[in-house]
């Protein structure tokens, strides 16, 4: 049982750890600042949920204490993590960051331009 | 168990190393802000680990703390960048 129990934990650390080091090598590589917050945002949540997800296993089954603490922040870091991303790269566009010279399409200069002259005539 | 718990340290310490980096250099400071939302989930990752290690559970509230602190943080220096201001008092957006 405890054999069977490591195999699982070793299973969700190790899935999360290979999530921590592509986002590590995503920030260190990609060339822009959109890329970059797509690599932050999505992989380091998902690599976090899986690690979280082993450590409440390995309390819950190698040492009987059900500790609904780490659930509630997989649960907190599942809701914020790409909330946190979305909003971040939304609000450097509108501080003026240029898109990398690569991007092939740009869907929200329109919108912001439509905003602008909305404001403009109010 | 042991060997492995501490081989995930390891390698968690070496990505904290990278994000590092990009904290540093990082052009523009959205390229900061995104590096320290990263860190604050890997150093997260660091506390969970060690709890294992350590086998005890007192290490865990720091978990929930730090995943607040970071939203918290990311979402005050967007507005930021946004604006040039964190708490503004007109409706127009």
């Not at chain 2, 968690?12 to 995104?34: E, N, Q, W």
């Amino acid at each position: 049982m405890t054999i069977l129990a490591n195999i699982l934990i070793i299973f969700f650390i190790v899935v999360g750890l290979v999530f921590i080091v592509v986002t590590a090598i995503g920030l260190f590589r990609l060339p822009d600042l959109y890329t970059r917050t797509h690599a932050a945002s999505k992989s380091a949540t998902l690599g976090v949920m899986c690690i979280l997800i082993g450590v409440f296993l390995h309390f819950w089954l190698i040492e009987d204490h059900f500790n609904p603490a780490i659930l509630l922040g997989v649960l907190f870091l599942f809701i914020t993590g790409p909330v946190g991303g979305h909003i971040m790269s939304r609000s450097s566009y509108i501080a003026g960051v240029k898109p990398w010279s690569g991007t092939v399409r740009d869907d929200l200069k329109p919108e912001i331009e439509r905003m602008k002259k909305e404001q403009g005539i109010k | 168990m042991t060997y492995f718990i501490w081989g995930s340290i390891v390698i968690v310490t070496l990505s904290l190393i990278a994000l590092f980096y990009r904290l540093v250099k990082g052009p523009h400071p959205s390229d900061r802000v995104v590096a320290l939302d990263a860190i604050g989930v890997a150093l997260i990752c660091l506390v969970g680990l060690f709890s294992i290690l350590v086998e005890t559970s007192f290490y865990l509230e720091i978990i929930l703390l730090l995943a607040i602190l970071s939203f918290i943080g990311t979402i005050a220096f967007s507005k930021f960048i946004e604006k040039g201001d964190i708490i503004t008092r007109d409706n127009s957006r």
